[in-house]
């Protein structure tokens, strides 16, 4: 993130994490950025030029709320081929996944209680925390449902079959709706392309996707699959949010997705992702052998746990000190989290950083939590 | 804006809305767009070119909530030279006026009555219509009441010394806060630049600024500056919203803004649009004498009204099926207008179209309300 030191923290985490970003030689493992080494500058560079000359007041004028029809029949594409029959015109285009859940919660009036896994997306929470929802774990009965099937954050784990159909049963029998964040489908390392749940239950299902993973995040471009029925609602309430999505992102978007550049970058950026997870894993496995994970199959993140009680923002000033941040894990938890869990994003660290930064942060937890010595 | 047949319409005046903007032809005085024609093409592609080369991190990647502190210390700099004195950290950059605007009603905690003027832009009052807010008159006391007192919308008017000073004595006495809407403040033909309210009482008002009627609504970049203690709640909401501004925007926008190129824009912009303004004049003199108006001061717009009661969506239908079409003046309103009228947007049609289009809407009115015959 670019540096701003005048501004208001919005908490005490906050600004621990803005302390990280804005102090140099700290390498961070905070934040779910890409990593800007594969962001496509020149191909962009043509797609504005191209997107100008071809139709400047689609870019710069205002628009429908919904968002571009061309961006919207791509992104149908998409969702048929993983499985789910979609038109362009259930699509709405939005500021980013985050306004996409937004929309959906606005759009569904039985929001008291939602239930969600037990890590979750820090957003999305905020979004039903401010919702004042009730947050219930995701195998209880709720009005609506929020969950990360394809690829998890922060685990990047995929939701086994049998868990998907007891979701949707789940659901179903409340007559609740499901939100199906798909931010990260894209960025499973295999290249395995995900039947989303929309697919099974377009009725019940709110699906949100986005391209801040897999192109660029400042684009601010994500969309919105609301359930027939909810169509209008979601659209009403996108208008009323902002009006409609950044008319320049949208076709400066579609001027690259039609360069026909996409499917190589996200071919190249899996490869490079997988090897920097690799390195953690490698590094975590020989610095932080006391830390359970599970390994991720997409995403950006790591997921680790200790046994032991532990405070993490102490271990995170204590890493800091040593010159390595990375995100709380009580963030994406319901609750206080009692044992220690942390995140440890890899996806932007230079790849030869990671070593380095994972010894910062093992050294700091020696500190933190000296081991106990052998009894004899 | 863009056309887009395959969608969801909102209710019938978007629909007929729609139609009008896909129906070849038909001269549109609808939609408050600025004129595509200004648009800085060149200068944006410089911009881009040299944004991506600077600093390309900061527009592709995420960034902090309030967004740009460059930017933000321009648009200080702005208010500062108008008046208030406001500094870079008060700012947060919003993806447009309209999310400026949702996020003060969403920082608001008492928000059951909101005073507007009689004639309001209609994007607000959907969100306070969303909120189930109760509508009332501009001089009843509210908790919280919007205004737009540099140049309104519809009619680009100012609001008078004597009606703010007794807007602010009024908020002062019911503890209420007042959301300065100065999208327009810009546009105003004088090149005057207005004292905002937020000068007089920083600690009462939700200032909200935009560059989409001065540069490009394509770009969706709009301020909010929150009074000090609704700080940190604007600046949860924002991030809730959507996360950021779209980062590419902001950093185009500041590229512009440095090239030194804005002061010459609005300068040509001001002549232009009057320009326009005393085409139309002059066109709704002598085709639409039984509509009275008053002469705007700036603003995209002319409102006209009628003594006669009137349906203005059977004229609408009238002048459609003529080849020309309007604003609703129902949407600007509170409760349902009795008598006719009507917005009509000078801003982008092209000004050779003013004449023709002004006749055909004279037409169609005299369809629907044949002047009555001269008693003898």
Redesign the interface.
Known sequence: ??S?????A?NARDLLA?RAAETPGVISFA????D?AL?P?RQ??RA??SA?QS??????????P?G??EL?QWIAGELCSRGAKV???RIII???A??AI?IAVASISDHARIAVEAESYP?AL??FR?AQAQLVPLTDQAGLYYAMPSVSNPRGSRMPDPERRALLARASVSKGFVIEDDAYDGTCFSGARHRPLLAEAPERVFHVGTF?KTL?????IGWLVPPPRF??RA???K???????????Q??VLEYLRSGHFPKLQKRARAHYRRKLERLLEAVRRELPQLRFDEPIGGFSLWLESEQEAEDTELLEAAMQQGASFDLGRQFRLGRARNLCIRLCFSAVPADDIEVGVSRIARALRQVHPPARPSR
Chains 1, 2 share one sequence.
């Open positions: 993130m670019s701003s030191a005048a501004t208001v919005l803005r934040g779910g950025l890409p800007p962001f500058k962009l560079t504005f030029v100008l139709n400047a007041a689609a870019a710069l004028q205002y628009g429908w919904e571009s029809l919207r038109s362009a015109e939005t500021s980013g985050q306004q937004q957003g905020e979004i401010a801040s660029c995040p400042g684009l601010r169509a209008k659209l009403r309430n208008q009323a949010s902002d009006l409609q999505a950044n008319g320049l992102a076709a400066l």
